[in-house]
């Protein structure tokens, strides 16, 4: 868990600051070359995600943390000296790489340390450890951004939690016997092509996990780059853009510690297009009911609902999963997940600069909402009652 906490904090840096950076320093108009980070980050972190799993299951879990950690090294150090914005976006191919590395091997080692009833507990806290470091990051570096300058200050603290994530990674063990103990053995016979069909096509259950887990990293997307963006033109300082970027993560990160260990209890099917429908609402409203004190409390909501999805998620290709297939079924899954931050940054970007902000934000919304609608059709229910009994 403190691992996954530096992990969200070097990322949460850039929550707050990134955005504001192109048009400060760099001078950039365009809302689709602003999102041009994202594009570069949600593709190389989804390729890593992908590849992650196998990996982690063919040289151990501790050794691809350590080489995801390698990989964020230099990303703050290429942000404060970056001449142009073409080094802003290369970092973020780095940071990428990094995320998705790092991340994905604290949801595997999670996964290997607790059995099936107490999955969706303990990948809450794997994500709540990541999303509260986040928000604070995202708030402090907010501060610094407004009071010291963008650069350097913010990515001074990225590269210290990098650091320090490194230096508790190296004290870590792995955990891949758990793994070979809960599997009796059994080892990954299909070929990968096989698997990642069946993941992101066929079963319908984890398919539709892929596709709603694509959709949530596109509004989270939109979060990220685009209401910076919005919440500026509308008059804003960077201290209050800090404070709005870092309370949806904030409710998102704490609420996980609770929407994990109800899915345990009650199942997972419902969280999940609960916590889709609420999300599309939340969405809808930055628009609909603008003002400070309204974008406070639909982050509260934005917040709230990506906790009943995002864990609950992650448990679901878990419970579904062969067991020996696991960590590269749950790669799977976080490669469509994460190609949601490209897809959301081309599609906010291209609508942002067609047509507007408001309009950008509604499509995402009812995105969203339809595809909390195809889990409701399609996923069927992955937790057992015996299991929920027995909790």
Same mark, same amino acid.
């Given at each position: ?13 850039? *929550? ?22 994202? +594009? ?8 890593? !995600? ?6 982690? &299951? ?17 990303? #703050? ?14 970092? !973020?191919?780095?940071?990428?790489? !990094? ?47 407004? !009071?010291?300058?963008?650069?350097? @200050?913010?990515? /001074? ?26 599997? @009796? ?34 509004? &989270? ?15 804003? @300082? ?6 709005? %970027?870092?309370?949806? #993560? ?45 974008? /406070? ?26 067991? #020996? ?11 469509? *997940?994460?190609?949601?931050? %490209? ?8 609508? $942002? ?5 408001? $309009? %950008?934000? +509604?499509?995402?919304?009812? =995105? ?9 059709? *399609? ?5 057992? +009652?015996?299991?929920?009994? =027995?909790?």
């Amino acid at each position: 868990m403190a691992i996954n906490a530096f992990v969200g904090g070097v990322v949460g840096v850039e *929550r707050s600051t990134l955005a504001p950076l192109a048009g400060h320093d760099f001078h950039l108009a365009s809302r689709a070359a602003i999102l041009s980070f994202l +594009i570069s980050f949600g593709l190389v972190k989804a390729a890593s !995600n992908f590849v992650a799993g196998g990996l982690a &299951d063919r040289f151990g879990r501790r050794t691809v943390l350590l080489v995801g950690w390698g990989a964020a090294l230099p990303v #703050p150090v290429l942000i404060i000296l970056a001449p142009s914005w073409g080094w802003v976006v290369f970092a !973020n191919v780095l940071l990428g790489v !990094n995320q998705g590395l790092a991340w994905s091997t604290t949801v595997n080692m999670k996964i290997d340390l607790v059995g099936p009833e107490r999955r969706g507990f303990a990948l809450g806290l794997n994500e709540a450890s990541g999303y509260l470091a986040v928000s604070a990051a995202a708030a402090v570096a907010g501060f610094l951004a407004a !009071n010291y300058g963008i650069r350097p @200050g913010p990515y /001074l603290l990225a590269e210290s939690l990098a650091i320090c994530g490194l230096a508790l990674s190296l004290i870590a063990r792995d955990t891949s016997r758990h793994m070979q103990l809960e599997s @009796g053995g059994a080892v990954r016979t299909r070929r990968l092509r096989r698997v990642a069909a069946e993941v992101s096509f066929r079963d319908h259950t984890m398919s539709s996990a892929c596709q709603a887990g694509l959709v949530n990293n596109l509004n &989270d997307g939109m979060a990220w780059a685009l209401l910076p963006l919005f919440f500026a033109g509308r008059g804003l @300082g960077l201290g209050e853009i800090g404070l709005l %970027a870092s309370i949806y #993560p904030a409710i998102w990160g704490a609420g996980q510690l609770a929407t994990g260990w109800t899915s345990d209890l009650f199942g997972r099917k419902p969280l999940i297009v609960a916590g889709m429908l609420l999300q599309s609402v939340a969405i809808a409203a930055f628009v609909i009911l603008p003002g400070f004190g309204w974008w /406070l409390a639909e982050s509260a909501v934005l917040g709230v609902g990506t906790a009943l999805v995002y864990p609950t998620l992650l448990a679901v290709v878990s419970d579904a999963a062969h067991v #020996p297939e696991r960590a590269t079924s749950v790669g799977i899954y976080r490669f469509w *997940r994460d190609c949601g931050y %490209a897809v959301g940054a081309i599609v906010a970007g291209v609508i $942002a600069d067609a047509e507007g902000f408001s $309009a %950008a934000i +509604i499509t995402i919304a009812c =995105l969203t909402g339809l595809s909390g609608l195809v889990v409701a059709l *399609r996923m069927r229910e992955t937790m057992p +009652i015996a299991g929920r009994a =027995l909790n």
